[in-house]
Nanobody, 115 residues
Framework: QVHLVESGGGLVQPGGSLRLSCAAS????????MVWYRQAPGNERESVAV???????NYADSVKGRFTISRDNAENTVYLQMNSLKLEDTAIYYC?????????WGQGTQVTVSS
């Protein structure tokens, strides 16, 4: 089983930055991939950024060039650096991990972009 704890959400003005963290209870070397999802009220959940065990990354078109996913293997932590935030980035952001065919979810962290 994998426990994931997100942190770093909050209120930020348009154009601002936030860094989300996701601490895993297991070594992230053992995890097949980690994905940040987000869900805004009334919207479907969407995948924002992926990092595989091999270090490959992929991003939703809506965040390319603004968001960066990275990991610290020593700390078993994955990060999502979010720059140039827009109003439409407002959502609950969830960290997930795929291990042995099962996707584990964190509790989510709220990101609100507002002036």
């Amino acid at each position: 089983q994998v426990h994931l704890v997100e942190s770093g959400g909050g209120l930020v003005q348009p154009g601002g930055s936030l860094r989300l963290s996701c601490a895993a209870s297991v070594t992230i070397f053992s995890i097949d991939d980690m994905v940040w999802y987000r869900q805004a009220p009334g919207n479907e959940r969407e995948s924002v950024a992926v990092i595989t065990s091999g270090g490959s990354t992929n991003y939703a078109d809506s965040v390319k060039g603004r968001f960066t996913i990275s990991r610290d293997n020593a700390e078993n932590t994955v990060y999502l650096q979010m720059n140039s935030l827009k109003l439409e980035d407002t959502a609950i952001y969830y960290c997930t991990a795929l291990l042995n065919g099962f996707r584990y979810w964190g509790q989510g962290t709220q990101v609100t972009v507002s002036s």
